[in-house]
């Protein structure tokens, strides 16, 4: 199975690109996660759409098409999705009778230095997957609250709890994905 992680935030340092690549390593037997980096993709302008999709858009598009399932990584700011990855997602949810979204099976994760775990944010990016029709899985949630104790110096996911909910969002989506594979 092959699975997309989107991280919904682009410093180097970022808990939630850490927590992305814990999940690289703690895939079921089966499962390969690819990272797509969101830095390149411009705010999304219909004018700009209406030339055509800039080329960091068009790879969005292609590699959410490619994958067998997404798993989004997302901070939560101001109780919210941060803006980097409501964008990414307004982006790949055009044109929406025929998105690259419509019909993905999705798990959804994230981490806060908060005691929240973005949960808010998480909430919020369901919602705009009713929209997308994008299947998100529902249970389990991870909710990585303080992540900031979580980490080792090199960004490595020291927390044993916190793996194994990972380990066991990956293998409910391992599950979840193949009910919404596409009819030949
Ligand atoms: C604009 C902004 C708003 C934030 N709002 C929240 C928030 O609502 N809840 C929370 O727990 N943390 C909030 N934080 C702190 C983030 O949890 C923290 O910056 C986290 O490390 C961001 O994720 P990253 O490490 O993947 O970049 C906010 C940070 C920023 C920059």
Do not use: C
Request: charged fraction near 20%.
């Amino acid at each position: 199975m092959k699975v997309l992680g989107i991280a919904g935030s682009l410093r180097v340092g970022s808990l939630n690109r850490s927590l992305l690549r814990a999940a690289q390593e703690l895939t079921p037997p089966g499962m390969e996660i690819t990272v797509f980096d969101l830095a390149p993709i411009p705010l999304y302008n219909a004018d700009v759409e209406a030339k055509g999709d800039p080329e960091p858009v068009t790879a969005l598009k292609a590699a959410i098409r490619q994958a067998d399932a997404l798993l989004f990584v997302t901070p939560e700011y101001n109780f919210g999705v941060p803006g980097v990855l409501k964008n990414a997602v307004d982006w790949a949810s055009r044109p929406p009778r025929d998105s690259a979204l419509k019909g993905k099976p999705a798990a959804i994760m994230g981490a806060t230095l908060g005691t929240g775990g973005t949960g808010r944010a998480q909430m919020q990016l369901r919602q705009a997957f009713v929209f997308t029709q994008t299947h998100a899985l529902v249970s389990p949630e991870v909710l990585v609250a303080r992540a900031q104790d979580k980490f080792d110096a090199s960004g490595r996911l020291t927390d044993e709890p916190t793996r194994k909910s990972v380990g066991k969002l990956l293998e409910a989506l391992a599950d979840w994905a193949p009910r919404f594979k596409p009819k030949a």
